[in-house]
């Protein structure tokens, strides 16, 4: 199966912030911005703008809860995300096997 990596998705997953406010939000079931922003050394402002992020790509959603929206974590998203991670590993891993092949050659007849 070829998994076609999502440049925005892994963009939103690459911001240390983004990728905290998931692992909150996979631990505790879920959250609004207000209760992310008291974990966080961050602002509720700047949650706020990290959860916009992560729900354009479809890594959370947003739901009403009063005054604030509580966002889950979307499963399928997530799997898909760890699918492409795993796909540009492996890639990255045959990578190396080559570059290895190639060194060890060159050593090979260095030897000789």
């Given amino acids: 199966m070829t998994v076609t990596v999502d440049d925005d998705l892994w963009s939103a997953i690459g911001d240390p912030t983004r990728r905290r406010m998931l692992d909150l939000l996979l631990a505790d079931g879920g959250g609004t911005a207000t209760s992310l922003s008291?974990?966080?050394?961050?602002?509720r402002q700047a949650v706020?703008?990290?959860?916009?992020?992560?729900?354009?790509?479809?890594l959370v959603q947003g739901t009403p809860a009063g005054r604030e929206r509580r966002y889950l974590v979307d499963d399928e998203q997530l799997a898909r995300a760890a699918a492409q991670l795993s796909t540009v590993?492996?890639?990255w891993d045959a990578r190396l096997r080559r570059i290895k092949r190639i060194a060890e050659a060159i050593q090979r007849r260095k030897e000789q």
């Fill in 48 to 58: 706020a703008k990290h959860l916009a992020v992560l729900d354009r790509v479809g």
């Fill in 38 to 43: 008291e974990r966080l050394p961050v602002t």
């Fill in 89 to 91: 590993g492996a890639t």
